[in-house]
């Protein structure tokens, strides 16, 4: 089947890019907030994000245009723009976090040293930010997926991991395993009971920092690296 094209025209779907504002909410768009990390590196990873959220939507598209309703993803150049989404609200309940390149504090993010990987940047979006997962793991009904480099700053902001410089870059289709809580959870037992052994699976990796495990505390580790290992892939 042909992939979607993200920036063509649907009765089902719209892609917005924020600048300098957003578009005003509609009785007619159900909005989801995209987090784009990716500080202007070429990537694939925000755009199959957003392929990910067009195809949820198709496969509810009857229900949809027999409403007259839009899913419309809404991206959020963060790191160079400092421009967020709305707290939840009533408008926002589900916000998406890419990954990215750089130190996962941006205060390290030279433009020079090795971690910064040519990112120099200023901090003053990082508070703006913790304040809105602050608002969000507040809310009863929103929810947030951090994917790679928000999901690294999300254990900086939680405190549950601290990010380790790896001696070595991992990067290919790795081995990840699950938890045993991560075989037992609701979702990911269903995707355990895909798997050979039930636990182990391949993930693309592409990072220079491990997320080494702090305070699990009120905390479902899913997966790590390896068993027994401290670091932490999946909460």
């Known amino acids: 089947m042909k992939r979607r094209d993200i920036h063509a025209h649907y009765d089902f779907f719209e892609f917005i890019r924020a600048t300098d504002s957003v578009p005003p909410a509609g009785r007619d768009r159900i909005d989801i907030a995209v987090l784009d990390m990716n500080h202007s590196w070429p ?3 925000h755009d199959s994000v957003v392929h990910s959220i067009l195809e949820a939507a198709e496969a509810s598209r009857s229900a949809l245009t027999d ?7 809404i991206s959020y150049d963060v790191r160079r723009t400092g421009l967020l ?11 998406v976090g890419t990954g990215g390149p750089g130190h996962l504090d941006p205060r390290l993010n030279d433009g020079e040293s090795e971690w910064a990987q040519g990112v120099l940047e200023k901090a003053s979006w990082e508070t703006p930010l913790f304040n809105l997962f602050d ?6 009904n929103a929810a947030m ?8 700053l999300m254990c900086r902001w939680s405190g549950v991991a601290r ?7 991992s990067s290919g289709f790795l081995s990840n395993v699950l938890s045993e809580s991560g075989a037992a959870h609701p979702w990911f037992r269903k995707f355990a009971e895909a798997l050979p052994d039930g636990r182990h699976f391949r993930v693309i990796d ?16 899913l997966s790590f690296e390896h068993e027994n290992s401290a670091v932490v892939t999946m909460l």
């Not at 608002?135 to 009863?140: E, K, N, Y």
């Not at 997926?145 to 690294?152: A, D, K, Q």
Request: with cysteine.
């Open 206 to 221: 592409n990072r220079l920092f491990d997320l080494i495990l702090e305070d699990s505390a009120g905390v479902n580790c």
């Open 85 to 95: 989404p709305a707290n939840p609200d009533g408008r926002f309940t589900l916000y």
């Open 67 to 73: 409403a007259g309703v839009k899913v419309r993803a």
């Open 43 to 45: 990537n694939v990873g």
């Open 135 to 140: 608002a969000i793991i507040r809310h009863p």
């Open 145 to 152: 997926i951090g994917i790679c480099h928000s999901f690294g």
């Open 163 to 169: 990010p380790v410089l790896r001696g070595e870059k």
